[in-house]
């Protein structure tokens, strides 16, 4: 017979699943897991991780979402043998097959361990609370802790009286004695403690941390940090003997690449179809990305573009569905009165042609991601490509959002994004104002191809909201380009900044003297 | 002999040959492993500002030999890596990493400018020294009663700061993340250009029991202070006070200093702080009085210095290029008597040794000419610290032989001991 306790649910994933699975299955769970993280990621920009509205919003948010209702669900409510197995597995598998695409690159490994850690305190949270208005005695956390070996010393009730006055004093959110009797209090080494420490929000002494029970989900946080970031490094040494799979590795790569929007390949025809040399002025004015109008501005004020400029637009209207010929006009027609036919035809036809994968070693280049367009190819002066929320000043880029019709409000909004870095999350609020869009609206620009792409379905009235998850497609170069700091970044006031760089990941400056 | 203008080769080749104590540093940092001696990084600054990093040495000889034969003007010390510095090209680059290294605490008064009003920039006097014997009291404290460290080896960093290495096995194994967070609860003042660090505080009237040791330790020494610095003895000054008062202290407040400016030598800088100071713990707000104590006096702290595993920095003994002051450690509960200006320089450490007579260099071997120059109290200090530490990882190596010995006796059925 089943036993009366609940099932427990919250996973510290030590242990990998074993058994076999359809490529497809585990194609899709790991798109499922990284959906969730990729929301999990949202609300924490938009929101001050820990309080009552981030809470709110992430169960909202991953409610909706494969898998997010299991992995919501607390250890209390009761589903029958099976199911309860089978949903644990899902969770289990998708996080260690996450863990296998991610583990490749530094800024991978952060991304994941800040998104994972950052769902694992929100169910340990709900677990916490699912305990204390349960009838019954069990404890989840408890539970959970204990099949984990995670052990908190606890303070006895005469230990606690002896130190009071110092609890009183250091603890937060204790108001008198009486209070202070009825809190729960821990002893822990203070390593185990470290974001309550950094904020000096518990009494020190002689090296112990003395934590009430609401900082039990820290420390348990920092354990399960600390843990997947050593299982992570231990993972990325042992990716090169995974041995095979010429089916595994290609996924996870896809996998990871898709998180950054690096690889982007024009479906046939693109959302609007083929695209003609004489479309580019009106939909530039539309539904171009702020990138792509300057460079497109900039080649009808000057009759010219340079090579960096040339490259990122000229890409940039492959992926819009512009075909060879077309852009063969579009060029040509562009470059009248600064550049006749003749030299047209030796100098600049034969780069086009080149990046539809018609010359030279006739690979096809994929449009650049905005990571790339941020970090590669600065742009000096007298260029037009880059990011304009990265690479203009702020007085210039103010006045182009006032050229757009953007308001004065939306455009502090836009400004203080770029000021701190945060690019695409300019871009983003860019794309909603320019298009009338409330704050709510769901997407995120990692491509302008997808800018483009979400911006003709919104105006061609195609009502459903686009997945801003692309399912990854062929990996044709595979680029070394770091994820942009938009997931850097988040306001002061979080206890829970991603700053930290741990030990394994440490990067040694070779670069320096030789002895 | 020179007045320190320049380091010559040959002065410091004395010092290394005849007072440097090579054979303590060695111990110290071995920690009583050969091995972690071997791993660890060092980097020498020779004449003419050459720099060498990534320098490892196996034995106390090969490093007594490098000293001989570089001379450095400046050495440093790094982190213990994963194999030996020297070695990093035969490994792979993930495999070469830094693994510990003691927690490192760097103050300088160039950081207190904003309230140290007798010097600015590179000068120092013994009044604003007054300074950094506050930041070793309060440090000393919070490291030894809230962490629970206790091997703090605090130097004189040869001019106008202190640097604290903390060497507990705990603190040289403590990740960079649990470096920034011991940082981040000791500080509580921000140095001129730094960001805000977390507002972790809580409200009044509740204190951290921490805050209120230091507002403790400072207030101790905070009448000499202002009287040595006339914190409060112009209008800017005793404005600037005022500013940092909250809304309801503050109209009475404006009265007072009515009467201070209308005869400004009637009242002198600590009378005014006494004024302000008794009224605001009298109207139930000692939480102003501490946080103007830290506002003043606390220590500045360079987080960079302490985060990295794999940062550098300088080490005790070493010669300062500008004073030719040697960097020597000094007792954290003698700091109040510690004084800079009595620090010996090279120049006096050579004119010591040379006039020692003759007779007194035939008895002593080389290795302890120190003790007939003014080297001698601060090398045994030295000696006192590593011979501390020394039994502590005895005792800690012990302990884990015999655990693994009760394990081993367990598995076989028998006793534990």
């Known amino acids: 017979g089943s036993s009366a306790e609940p099932q427990v649910r919250l996973q510290f994933y030590r242990d990998p699943p074993s058994g076999s699975e359809q490529l497809d299955t585990v194609q899709n769970l790991c798109l499922a897991r990284l959906r969730l993280l990729k929301a999990v990621e949202e609300v924490g920009q938009d929101m001050i991780k820990g309080s009552k509205e981030y809470m709110e919003r992430l169960k909202m948010k991953l409610g909706k979402l494969d898998l997010g209702a299991s992995l919501l669900t607390t250890s209390g409510v009761h589903v029958d043998g099976l199911r309860f197995r089978e949903e644990i597995r899902r969770d289990v598998l998708s996080h260690f097959l996450l863990r296998l695409a991610m583990c490749r690159t530094e800024d991978q490994r952060r991304w994941f361990i800040t998104q994972e850690t950052d769902l694992f305190r929100l169910r340990f949270q709900l677990e916490q609370n699912a305990d204390r208005s349960r009838s019954s005695r069990f404890s989840a956390v408890a539970a959970f802790l204990s099949a984990n070996g995670i052990h908190f010393d606890s303070l006895s009730d005469a230990e606690r009286s002896d130190l009071a006055p110092e609890l009183l004093a250091a603890t937060p959110g204790i108001g008198s004695d009486a209070e202070l009797a009825t809190v729960a209090f821990y002893r822990a080494h203070f390593t185990e403690a470290l974001d309550l420490v950094r904020s000096r929000r518990v009494y020190l002494r002689d090296g112990f941390a003395y934590v009430p029970e609401t900082g039990v989900v820290s420390m348990a946080t920092t354990r399960f940090r600390a843990h997947l970031s050593h299982q992570l490094a231990v993972a990325c040494r042992a990716l090169p003997y995974l041995g095979e799979d010429a089916r595994l590795v290609p996924l996870l790569g896809a996998i990871a690449k898709n998180l950054s929007g690096d690889e982007w390949t024009a479906k046939s025809g693109g959302p609007a179809g083929v695209v003609l040399s004489g479309q580019v002025d009106q939909l530039a004015k539309t539904s171009f990305p702020p990138c792509m109008q300057h460079l497109h501005s900039s080649l009808r004020r000057d009759h010219h573009l340079r090579h960096f400029g040339r490259l990122q637009y000229g890409l940039f209207l492959k992926g819009i569905g512009m075909p060879l010929e077309e852009a063969l006009k579009f060029w040509r027609g562009a470059f009248a009165g600064k550049v006749d036919g003749d030299k047209f035809a030796k100098e600049y036809a034969y780069g086009i042609r080149y990046n539809y994968g018609k010359e030279g070693k006739r690979a096809d280049f994929s449009p650049y991601s905005c990571v790339r367009i941020i970090t590669t190819n600065q742009p000096g002066q007298g260029d037009s490509h880059g990011c304009p929320f990265r690479h203009c000043g702020a007085d210039l880029l103010a006045q182009r959002l006032q050229a757009a019709g953007i308001s004065q409000d939306q455009a502090q909004g836009i400004l203080t994004r770029a000021k701190d870095s945060q690019y695409q999350l300019a871009c983003r609020d860019y794309f909603r104002a320019v298009h009338k869009l409330s704050s709510d609206h769901e997407v995120s620009i990692n491509h302008p191809n997808q800018y483009y792409e979400e911006s003709r379905a919104l105006l061609l009235g195609n009502g459903q909201q686009q997945q801003s998850a692309r399912a990854p497609v062929r990996v044709t170069k595979v680029k070394a380009a770091p994820a942009a700091t938009a997931a850097g970044s988040q306001a002061a006031e979080s206890d829970w900044l991603d700053e930290t760089i741990d030990q394994e990941m440490s990067q040694v400056d070779l670069s320096a003297y030789e002895a | ?417």
């Open chain 2, 1 to 417: 002999l020179t007045m320190c203008a320049e380091l010559l080769p040959e002065e410091l080749a004395t010092y290394y040959k005849r007072l440097y104590p090579t054979h303590l540093m060695v111990q110290w940092l071995s920690y009583r492993s050969p091995a972690y001696f071997a791993n660890r990084e060092f980097s020498m600054t020779l004449h003419d500002d050459i720099y060498l990093r990534f320098l490892s040495y196996n034995y106390e000889s090969e490093f007594r030999g490098a000293l001989l034969d570089r001379r450095p003007e400046k050495i440093d010390i790094g982190a213990v890596y994963s194999c030996r510095p020297r070695d990093r090209a035969t490994v792979s680059g993930g495999a070469f990493q830094a693994k510990e290294k003691e927690l490192v605490i760097d103050i300088d008064l160039t950081d207190y400018d904003g309230v140290r009003l007798c010097c600015s920039d590179a000068r120092v006097c013994s009044k604003c020294w007054l300074f950094m014997r506050i930041a070793v009291q309060v440090l000393d404290r919070a490291l030894r009663c809230d962490f629970g460290f206790r091997h703090l080896l605090w130097v004189y960093s040869g001019r106008r700061g202190i640097h604290c290495w903390i060497c507990d096995r705990t603190a040289r194994q403590l990740s960079a993340n649990a470096r920034t967070a011991v940082i981040e609860y000791l500080s509580l003042v921000r140095r001129p250009g730094d960001k805000q660090p977390q507002q972790g505080q809580q409200q009044p009237p509740k204190c951290h029991p921490s805050v209120a040791a230091a507002a403790d330790a400072i207030r101790r020494q905070f009448d000499d202070l202002v009287r040595q610095q006339d914190l409060f003895g112009t209008k800017d000054r005793t404005r600037a006070l005022l500013a940092q008062l909250p809304e309801d202290l503050r109209s009475v407040a404006d009265t007072a200093v009515a009467s201070w400016l209308a005869d400004p030598d009637a009242y002198p800088s600590l009378k005014r702080w006494k004024t302000i100071s008794k009224f605001a713990v009298s109207r139930g707000r000692q939480d102003v009085e501490q946080q103007l104590l830290i506002q003043y006096a606390y220590p500045r702290l360079d987080v960079g210095v302490s985060t990295g595993v794999n940062h550098l920095l300088k080490a005790p003994f070493c010669v300062h290029p500008k004073t030719g002051r040697i960097c020597v450690p000094f007792d954290p509960a003698a700091v109040d008597s510690f004084e800079p200006d009595s620090v010996p320089t090279l120049a006096q450490l050579l004119a010591e040794l040379s006039s020692a007579s003759a007779q007194q260099q035939q008895q002593k071997p080389h290795l302890m000419a120190y003790k007939s120059t003014s080297l001698k109290a601060s090398i045994e200090l030295f000696a006192k610290f590593v011979d501390s530490l020394r039994a502590d990882e005895a005792q800690a190596a012990d302990g884990a032989a015999a655990a693994g010995a009760a394990l081993r006796d367990a598995s076989n059925g028998g006793e534990i001991l």
